[in-house]
């Protein structure tokens, strides 16, 4: 079926000029399939008999993205690695540049007869399409292929929690839940003069030419790619997500299907997997339900939440007023326990279950939703201050986790904090903010739960 017309932004309204290609800047939707701004491309070069280039821009340096460090730059290429591999099998170029993806769209873009681009809501992105926007003089067109209701379309406003984005999706989803059709390529880049800054088939060889932080290594728990993406929806719908709607909130019981890391690089499509599960022939009518709620909504009030709030990284602009003014009322309230940056990040507090979430996330970059909503309650009741807490479990959060860095992640750490919620009854330093104590740790086998992080940690460290 054709790209809704809900998901397409014309940024530059000028018509295609000469050019030897159609050019896709694929920095969101990093994938070769499933991908709405990528056919979208290919439509465009077909009508004007071209072929299409996929162009990357890669941050190292001084110019890294901001906290990205060995362990997501690993993810990422190897997700580049198949999206490459996945790009020529169809026919379209793939070309990396080691710039920001604002000057490898520009320089790309000096061949182009017009230019796709992906669309994302972090505050550094919206900054790249301004520069794109100030630098290619060509016809530019904006494709949202990475939520499953393009963010405008689903609200004009900053929403107050989920219960009021999610009738608004509900109401309007249908028509994008739809599969997508994989576009011919009718003018396959076999002739084009384009070489690559970096040869991202090797994953392994790219990660180490290039400059980085690399205090934080490598997971194998998690291998970057849509190969990979996909493979683990189909076991997951095979198997463990049969339970999901009764046993979703115990870390303990293998019931996650651990997509995050694949939805945040977009190494798989949401609307492809919304439809896996919609089909799927395990589970019944509550674990979609439960599903859905999470990829959807969940995730695109988090969209919503970064797009509409420009301050979404600060504690001083990211809160509503109730909560902030509530947690400034008890400030001053004496801690049972104060732990510095340092000690939280290896995991040295009283809390044994607290260290071993910690320690799943350290070593491998990832940590149950459940779990982390405990995390970051205790690093706001064990901060000298809920400003310092803030900075902590947002710091701390974006530098461990494969799916760091992610409107999810300044969402999530912001509803710690009140964002999305309502006022509760008043206790010592949270006042009315939501507090999570050990009765959280009861609603599911915590001894299990650190049996399996040290399992999971085990094999991160053998050769």
Not at 423 to 439: A, D, E, H, I, S
């Amino acid at each position: 079926m054709a790209i809704q017309a809900g998901r397409i932004r014309v940024l530059k309204d000028v018509e295609p000029r000469d050019g030897a290609y159609v050019l896709y800047l694929m920095q969101q939707g990093m994938r070769s399939r499933d991908n709405p701004a990528l056919e979208y491309a290919v439509e465009e070069a077909n009508r004007l008999g071209l072929p299409v280039v996929a162009g990357f821009g890669l941050l190292d340096g001084g110019a890294h993205f901001p906290e990205a460090n060995a362990r997501h730059y690993a993810f990422l290429l190897q997700g580049l690695a198949d999206a490459k591999a996945g790009l020529e099998r169809r026919g379209i170029a793939f070309v990396l540049r080691r710039a920001t993806p604002a000057k490898a769209a520009i320089t790309l873009g000096c061949r182009a007869a017009m230019l796709v681009l992906d669309r994302g809501y972090l505050t550094i992105q919206k900054s790249w399409y301004a520069e794109i926007g100030d630098g290619f003089d060509g016809r530019i067109v904006q494709v949202e292929g990475d939520v499953v209701v393009p963010v405008d379309v689903a609200s004009g406003k900053h929403e107050f929690a989920a219960r009021t984005l999610r009738p608004k999706l509900h109401k309007t989803w249908e028509p994008y839940l739809a599969p997508l059709r994989a576009r011919k390529v009718k003018h396959p880049a076999d002739d084009l003069d384009l070489t690559s800054d970096l040869d991202v088939a090797d994953p392994d060889a790219a990660l180490a030419a290039m400059t980085l932080d690399r205090s934080i290594k490598p997971v194998r728990r998690f291998r970057g790619g849509e190969v990979e993406a996909y493979r683990r929806l189909e076991a997951y719908l095979a198997g463990p997500f049969a339970e999901y709607g009764a046993v979703r909130n115990r870390p303990e019981a293998g019931a996650a299907s651990h997509l995050s890391p694949y939805l945040h690089f977009g190494q798989i499509s949401p609307v492809a997997a919304a439809l896996k599960v919609q089909a799927a022939k395990t589970g019944g009518p509550e674990d979609r339900a439960a599903f859905l709620e999470e990829l959807i909504v969940r995730r695109e009030l988090a969209m919503n939440h970064v797009q509409f709030n420009p301050g979404y990284d600060r504690y001083e602009t990211a809160l509503p007023d109730w909560s902030r003014k509530a947690l400034a009322e008890h400030a001053d309230d004496p801690r049972p326990h104060l732990y510095d940056e340092e000690a939280l990040a290896e995991g040295r507090t009283h809390d044994e279950y607290w260290n071993a979430a910690m320690r799943e996330m350290r070593e491998t970059g990832y940590m149950h939703n459940h779990l982390r909503m405990y995390w970051g309650k205790k690093i706001l009741e064990w901060s000298p201050s809920p400003d310092e807490a803030f900075a902590v479990a947002l710091r701390l959060n974006n530098r461990y986790f494969l799916d760091g860095r992610d409107p999810n992640s300044f969402t999530n750490v912001a509803w710690l904090f009140g964002l999305h919620d309502r006022p509760w009854g008043r206790r010592k330093v949270f006042g009315t903010v939501r507090y999570l104590g050990q009765n959280t740790l009861k609603k599911f086998d915590a001894k299990a739960y650190l049996a399996a992080v040290d399992e999971l940690c085990r094999a991160e460290e053998s050769e």
